[in-house]
């Protein structure tokens, strides 16, 4: 280490009252020039489903950004899952969950350089800084949409401060309420735009701050749904969503299941699924389990949505027809409703073989969570021979997208349910399909 470098850190933290002794500023720092760390988090009420496409909007960026200078060392941070709006059960800790408890981190890490909120945490500490309980964050920005989007007619790139921003009306968002961040400076902002006009905003900030040789920045974007995908469903967009694999624990738990509840399995599924999802290929002779999934979306859809959500008895009819048209016997259920819209729907299906994940302990339950329970709803319908999803439900669209990946023929993947049984007027969700 030299010491300037452990000065500039003391400057940048503000370590006042805890000086860095040459202990604590670690050799490590020569090697990581000009390190900057972006965290975001995404308005408080989105779910999950939403959530991981703005992820994927930033992991482009950022990809894209980690070749240009001076963001050779750029981080993206991912942000801790804060209690969501869906997530029921209250008895469960459900707080500051980690990426890592539903997603193979190591897989993403390997399209974009990433870091679970503790490995930021971590990495801060290699500058010496453990025994404090701080991290400065240079600059928070909260972002707004424009009011007018068209200035006489046209859609330009563009962001604005807004002059009247109170950080104490804010708090609620999630990555604030982590305990250990500090904001130096919190700016509103309205921004209309592809997610690389966040690269124009740090280079402004990083000319602002004059960088200097082994400098550490930490800026945060909140309310990152705002910002565009560059584009969206390209090569790139597939690249950074195949590398979104879910957490080993939770893809056993659904391989179980479907062995034992569905008799299905992966010789006779014959999804493509190598190790690393950078052997993937273009594939489409997925054969899927010997069953129809399905995708019933209640909750908030049943009630705001009622134009193009079906009733349960118009969603069974759809069920019985399509099994009967492709001579299944067998049908998978994912789905938000309650225990009485469950019995409801068993008693429209009678007579038909219908099938549910439930944990099957309370152990199991406090391991994989209410998001976790879903992902699972999720591979099991993802797996199967034909699936059926519901209008404009993210959570509809990222079973699409992994049968997709996996090499299902698109006509077994990209169907809706009708709002009404007899199919007419019927609004189908979009098709898009992969692209290598
Ligand atoms: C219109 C918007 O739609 C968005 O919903 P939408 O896109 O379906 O999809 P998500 O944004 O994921 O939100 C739905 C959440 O409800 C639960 N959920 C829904 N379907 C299932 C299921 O089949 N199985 C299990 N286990 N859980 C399910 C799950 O927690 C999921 O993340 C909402 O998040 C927004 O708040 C807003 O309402």
Known sequence: YDTTTCDKLQEIFSLKENQLTKHQCPKSIGKRANTIYLLYDVNPPEGFNLRRDVYIRLAVFIRQLARRKPF???????????????????????????????????????????????????DISKFGLLETPYIQVQNVFKLFHFQDMFEQGVFHE??????????????????????????????????????????????????????????????????????????????????ARRSMRFAEPLVKIAEEYRMRELNSNKALERVQRPPIWEEERPFRAAVGGNYLAVHIRRGDFARGRQNTTPTLKSAATQIRAR????????????????????????????????RRFTPESLAQKAL???????????????????FIGTFESTFTYRIYEEREILGFLRKTTFNTLCKNASRGNCEYNSIWPIVY
């Open 72 to 122: 050779q060392n750029v981080r993206l941070v991912l942000p801790p899952w804060g209690r969501l709006f869906h997530w029921k059960s209250s008895h469960l800790h459900q707080y500051s969950l980690p990426w890592s408890q539903f997603f193979d981190v190591a897989s993403m890490r390997r399209y974009a350089p990433v870091l679970d909120f503790s490995e930021f945490l971590d």
């Open 158 to 239: 563009k962001f604005q401060i807004i002059s009247e921003c109170r950080k104490e009306e804010h708090l609620h968002d999630f990555l604030l309420q982590q305990p250990m961040l500090w904001e130096k400076n919190f700016t509103c902002l309205r921004y209309q735009g592809s997610v690389n006009l966040l690269g124009d905003l740090l280079r402004q900030q990083l000319n602002h701050a004059a960088m200097q040789t082994n400098d550490v920045k930490v800026f945060a974007i909140l309310n990152a749904e705002v910002v565009l995908h560059d584009q969206w469903g390209d090569r790139e967009f597939w690249r």
């Open 323 to 354: 099994m009967e048209l492709l001579n299944l016997t067998t049908v998978y259920i994912a789905t938000d409703a309650s225990g009485m819209e469950l019995t409801n729907l068993k008693a429209y299906l009678q007579r038909v073989r219908m």
């Open 368 to 386: 994989i969570l209410d998001g976790g329970q879903a992902i699972i709803d999720q591979l099991i319908c993802a797996h199967a021979r034909h």
